[in-house]
């Protein structure tokens, strides 16, 4: 985790943004505008260097990606910038995954300067891609909590340990993961105490974990 001065001086480039940023009179701004204010995300939100560690116009069999964020010549993840008047779409995903995939970079990060939508390669047989986590700046009422997630991709949280930190969170909190945990011992003891005592009557570990299936099999 960054220390609590350095997230409250993320939080901060945050605001910063988005009130220069993030307002009507950039509706219609294209996507050498948009790169412009990506540029600014990068180093003072993120705090990247500009020319050692943000890499533009990366060369990829041909096409170029927008930016290759690399430090001490090890490449961390790559950003794809569109148009701030163009909603994301998922042919935008392709372009920025298929970038990744084909560089053996593991870590895209796909924005239209308002929306940030963080994903992870996963390089089986066919390729998966994981939607880490999205956020949206329009919505000022949630920076706070977005400084949270973005410290992960903090130049001072070093890349790698902050996106492995970043992706074991992502692995704990999934559905399969807490199922699993839903289901041990202490949990359907404490489930056994909690409903005796409400409704006077004892039930069996069977019992609680058909329970349990059968609601996350609804949900």
Known sequence: MLTSSKKKKLLSALRSYHKKYLSDKFADLDESGTRLMINMFLTDILGYASIEEIK???MIRGTYADYVIQVKGERSFLVEVKAFSLNLSDKHLRQATNYG????????????GRNFDFYKIIFNKPIEIKK????????????????????YL????????????????????????????????PVINFLKRGLK??????????EIVAALKKMLEKD
């Open 101 to 112: 995939a084909n560089e053996g970079i593991e870590w895209t990060l796909l924005t239209n």
């Open 56 to 58: 533009t116009e990366y």
């Open 154 to 185: 903090h130049r001072d949280f070093a890349p790698r340990k902050g996106l492995h930190n970043l992706w074991n969170r992502y692995l704990a909190l999934e559905p399969s993961g807490i199922c699993k945990f839903l289901y041990a011992k």
């Open 132 to 151: 880490v986590f999205s956020i949206d700046l329009n919505d000022h009422l949630k920076l706070k909590e977005y400084a949270e997630v973005l410290q």
């Open 197 to 206: 005592r409400k409704f006077k009557t004892k039930f069996e570990s069977e």
